[in-house]
């Protein structure tokens, strides 16, 4: 399979935990995306690789969210102190370059008790 | 600020109707994507549209994008059971730093009746 793959597709965790998800995207996109999706909105953008820069942040990342591309290829969201609201579906996605089509992966949901 | 608006947002429809869903969006932009998103599940990509006047067609999905209107429809044509599924718009627009970005739309949530 050469989609982009996310890993875990859920998880539960307790108020206060950290939890990491990872972003497998395709092989030769140099672009890639992480989206937060809550019930019933659509995909909000939370931030972008492009290789292994992170280009850009959004205001919904606050600072016990960080992201990393390492090497230019997997990406890992890492949260920390979770909180209930961070209860969400994670999306990530790739593309070759800027201005492309997205390509989604099946996302992380993520359930804070 | 950007806004990419869905409607309806609810549709419930009768098997064999047609109906069309609009997106419109508030800024300059000549690239629209059309989305299918199943219930827990990811984005499924259904049409790219990039231009003024683009149409495409998939089976009995028609999509179409008007750049001086700002507007994209979803047509859909005597709709079975099989398109049931939440329907999404994303607007790709140049922001200041000359990156393109995806805005989403609020989605459209499609129901069909047998």
């Known amino acids: 399979d050469t989609g982009v793959s996310q890993n875990p597709r859920h998880k539960i965790t307790k108020r206060g935990q950290n939890v990491t998800f990872r972003c497998d995207p395709i092989?030769?996109?140099?672009?890639l995306y992480w989206y937060r999706q809550t019930l019933g909105q659509g995909p909000e953008f939370l931030t972008y690789?492009?290789?292994?820069?992170?280009?850009?942040k959004s205001r919904l990342l606050s600072d016990r969210f960080s992201a990393e591309r390492p090497k230019g290829s997997f990406s890992t969201l890492e949260i920390q102190r979770t909180e209930q609201g961070d209860s969400a579906m994670y999306l990530c996605?790739?593309?070759?370059?800027?201005?492309?089509?997205?390509?989604f992966g099946p996302g992380t949901r993520l359930t804070v008790l | 600020e950007l806004k990419v608006e869905q409607n309806p947002l609810f549709l419930s429809m009768q098997e064999g109707k047609n109906y069309t869903i609009y997106c419109n969006y508030s800024?300059?932009?000549?690239?629209l994507y059309w989305y299918r998103q199943d219930p827990g599940k990811s984005l499924e990509s259904l049409f790219v549209?990039?231009?003024?006047?683009a149409v495409k067609q998939e089976g009995r999905l028609m999509a179409s994008l008007d750049t001086k209107a700002r507007l994209s429809t979803l047509h859909i044509t005597a709709a079975v059971h099989d398109l049931s599924a939440t329907y999404f718009c994303?607007?790709?627009?140049?922001?200041?730093?000359?990156?393109?970005?995806?805005?989403f739309g609020t989605g459209t949530r499609l129901k069909v009746l047998a």
């Open positions: 996605a790739s593309s070759l370059g800027s201005g492309n089509e997205q390509f």
């Open positions: 092989s030769e996109h140099n672009r």
């Open positions: 690789f492009q290789n292994e820069a992170q280009l850009e």
């Open positions: 800024t300059t932009s000549d690239r």
């Open positions: 549209l990039l231009s003024n006047g």
């Open positions: 994303a607007v790709d627009t140049l922001d200041l730093s000359g990156t393109y970005k995806y805005i």
